[in-house]
């Protein structure tokens, strides 16, 4: 899923080997990262809330995240420590620079004492007036319920471990129906926390899906996550992140998900419009060509300057959300969806890209 910011450069890497923990026969290497902090503040990611991030990488290869700068730093880092050489580099990079991000997965191992002492550190930082303390958003960069945390399970333990506090308030961003595998931890967080559960999914079209996301689940697996943990009391909904402007921000398409949403017990949906940053051009703008050249130039256009929508853009496509929010009984413009508030009023019928 995409958020308002960059992530966090990623962790720092200790001075030793990069041990691989297992190989699949897709390719993909899982490789152990031991960081000393794990609690990114919102001074090291510019976004407004803390977060947590239990992988760098992701298999699901969605051709839009903007995460994969996050993991070409953690590789150029290993690099400048002398823990890559350059042939390693060069695996770790892939061809074109993105590949890797979907193929060598950073697995941040024993975490919990660092999570410890950040969270000293959290704790501090919010001090006795702030009430309620500022959110912890885990998935903000990668997906913590991606195929990786079967195995690994990383974001199972730091959940764990947050349910033994009292007053936090977290978010989970997935599009993997594993969350439902942790409900036991998240109904223990809930009765001590307030807890939100995010599920991403830009549209309900399954061949339009594979077409924009590489091995995500497909739409009908994520919604029936999402009745799995509403009917289990959990406060979850949908994210829709990226809108993917002239793909899939049109109303039959956005109705179909908010009807989607509702079917399944959502208490929420969120949306925002792609961001396009300089990392991604590359891998999504040939997406856009092959699947849509009649949108090529109007992207290339639209995004010329900025890695933000056009602004009218984006204000056009807040006031299309607000109504079907309002029209199926959902909250307006509450809670993450603030992050992508703008100001003024925007055209009705057209977005206008
Ligand atoms: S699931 Fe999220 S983190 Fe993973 S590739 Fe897709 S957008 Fe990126």
Known sequence: MQLSALPS??????????PILDQRLRGTKFVSLAPRS???????????????????GCEFGCTYCYARYAHRYVVERAHDAGRLSDAELREFR??????????RIFVKEHVL???DADLRRYFRSQGPSVRPPAPIVIGTATDPYQPAERRFQVTRAILERLARYEGLSIGIITKSPLVTRDLDVLRRLAARSDLEVY????TVDARLIRKMEVRSPLPAVRLRALARLTAAGVNAGLIVAPVLPGVTDDLPHLEALFSAARAAGARFVHAGPLRLYAGIRDRFLPVIETHFPELAARYA????????????YAQALERRVQRLQAKFGLPVNSGMEDRYRT???????DLGL
């Open 113 to 115: 004492g660092a999570l």
């Open 9 to 18: 450069a990623g962790p720092a890497i200790r001075p030793s080997t990069l």
């Open 199 to 202: 599920v991403s999914l830009i």
């Open 301 to 312: 256009r639209a995004y010329a300057r900025n890695a933000s929508a056009p602004r009218e």
């Open 38 to 56: 794990i609690l990114n503040s919102p001074q090291a990611t510019g976004m407004d809330f803390w977060s947590i991030n239990p992988y760098v």
């Open 343 to 349: 100001t003024r009023a925007a055209p009705q019928a």
């Open 94 to 103: 892939g061809a074109h620079g993105w590949e890797a991000f979907e193929q």
